[in-house]
């Protein structure tokens, strides 16, 4: 059989044989993925030789310097101190069971890997790890990979990964940057992907019926279908198995050992949001890349035809426009897939994300959630606040913040903005307007 691969657009067969799973696969792919890598590996981004700003770079640094340090407990290792340090909530908790990750060998239905998130950083645990995964979403270089070996050592120390991780995380599906790729598969009672009955790549628009293939999920959902919990078993189609009893799951103790995590959820909720933020920060990065790298070749190019510095090409602008434009529409959540049922976890993630705020005068904030109809109250992210967003090169920033006030004001009603009421506009223009301290004089 033959695996199908996409790098930078283009359809690749590559001659391998199946049974070596999703490892043969991502190590064929090595060489098409480095010269991807090689785009953002030169200037203006120069991504392997740039130093880190973000929030595991900081506790790096606070750790060098003796002013913080971790706490090591039998079994989970640095994981809740580490938790702590990040201020990554333990409720955000998500567990999937695929062979799909750096630790592969030690994932499997019984012993899945335990995700953690929080709206700027990641940590991968696995039972027995040799080490604990950390992704941050840096304001100038996408996402940013390390570990932390999990031995007691008396200064643990945090380590930046510029090689493997890319692979995987800096290739067309992460949109040609350094990002976060969510995925829905289909695997064996071992864990092993089964590649040959397809997989999903999954987002905010992604069908339920298509979300989290080997990720356990916890929570109710009503009549909607999803395949969650589901492990393939003998020589049946996979796309045919019968997943009844994966639905509407709240206790996942049957399934494994439970007492193994920090928490005995594997939220539904929580698993939405994920997929919303792991690609919107793909579509802030791509923003960002584009937008530097569009503005650094104009340089050059006056530069080399002896035109004065600052003056703008049309191309510079198309470009801006080209990678600026798919962001407002994801931030504004266009073609969001619409839920049919109500959406209920079954940890105490959702409250405690509603929580962080902030919020304007009426009380109403951009992280309420309705997951009633569709994932939020107001449809724009919140990752509008972000760091990453507000690192935007001037020109990307000023664009979306421009075209975001002419959808919010009526002025642009086009298809992709369809799904927004005259309420939901006038809503998000007030909540940002008390909220948001970036928005230039023009929205007043």
């Not at 001659?15 to 799973?21: E, V």
């Not at 981004?45 to 090591?72: F, H, W």
């Not at 700027?120 to 996402?143: M, W």
């Not at 690609?279 to 530069?303: C, K, V």
Request: hydrophobic share 35%; glycine share 6%.
């Amino acid at each position: 059989r033959l695996a199908v691969g996409f790098v930078k657009g283009a359809k690749v067969i590559l001659s391998i044989p199946m049974r070596y799973g999703m490892l043969g696969f991502l190590m064929a792919i090595v060489s098409l993925t480095t010269a991807q890598g090689d785009d953002f590996d030169r200037e203006p981004i120069s991504y392997s030789t740039r130093q880190p700003e973000n929030r595991v770079s900081k506790l790096i640094a606070e750790l060098d310097a003796g002013k913080k340090t971790l706490k090591r407990e039998p079994g989970f290792g640095y994981l809740r101190s580490l938790l702590a340090e990040l201020q990554v909530p333990q409720s955000s908790q998500m567990l999937v069971f695929s062979k799909t990750s750096l630790q592969r060998h030690k994932i499997s239905p019984h012993t899945p890997r335990a995700i953690y998130f929080s709206d700027d950083t990641y940590i991968g645990y696995c039972q027995d790890g040799e080490v604990l995964e950390i992704t941050a979403a840096d304001k100038d270089l996408g996402a940013v990979f390390y570990t932390l070996v999990q031995k007691d050592e008396e200064k643990p120390r945090i380590k930046r990964n510029t090689e493997n991780c890319l692979i995987c995380h800096g290739s067309s599906s992460t949109k040609g940057v350094p990002g976060h790729l969510v995925r829905s598969v289909y695997s064996d009672a071992s864990g092993l992907p089964i590649l040959a009955a397809g997989t999903y790549r999954t987002n905010q628009t992604s069908p339920l019926r298509e979300r989290w293939g080997s990720w356990y999920v916890t929570g109710t959902h009503g009549g909607q279908l999803h395949l969650g919990n589901l492990i393939v078993r003998g020589r049946s189609r996979p796309e045919d198995a019968d997943n009844a009893a994966g639905q509407n799951v709240t206790d996942l103790s049957s399934y494994f050992d439970t007492d193994k995590y920090l928490s005995p959820h594997s939220d539904i909720v929580a698993l939405m949001v994920l997929e919303h933020q792991a690609e919107a920060q793909n579509y802030i990065t791509q923003a960002n890349f584009g937008t530097r790298q569009a503005l650094h070749y104009e340089q050059s190019l006056n530069r080399e035809l002896g035109k004065p510095a600052n003056e703008h090409w049309d191309s510079t602008k198309s470009r801006i426009k080209s990678v600026c434009e798919p962001l407002l529409e994801y931030l504004l959540f266009s073609e969001e897939a619409t839920l049919t049922h109500k959406i209920q976890g079954t940890s105490k993630f959702a409250a405690e994300f509603a929580q962080r705020g902030p919020r304007d005068k009426q009380g109403r904030s951009l992280r309420d959630l309705d997951l009633n109809r569709r994932m939020f109250k107001y449809p724009c992210s919140y990752l509008i606040y972000s760091d990453a967003f507000d690192a935007l090169p001037r020109e990307a920033k000023d664009y979306v913040l421009r075209r975001l006030h002419e959808v919010l004001t009526g002025k642009d009603t086009s298809q992709p903005f369809a799904h927004l009421s005259a309420s939901d506009r006038q809503s998000i223009r007030e909540i940002l307007l008390e909220t948001h301290p970036g928005l230039p004089e023009y929205w007043r």
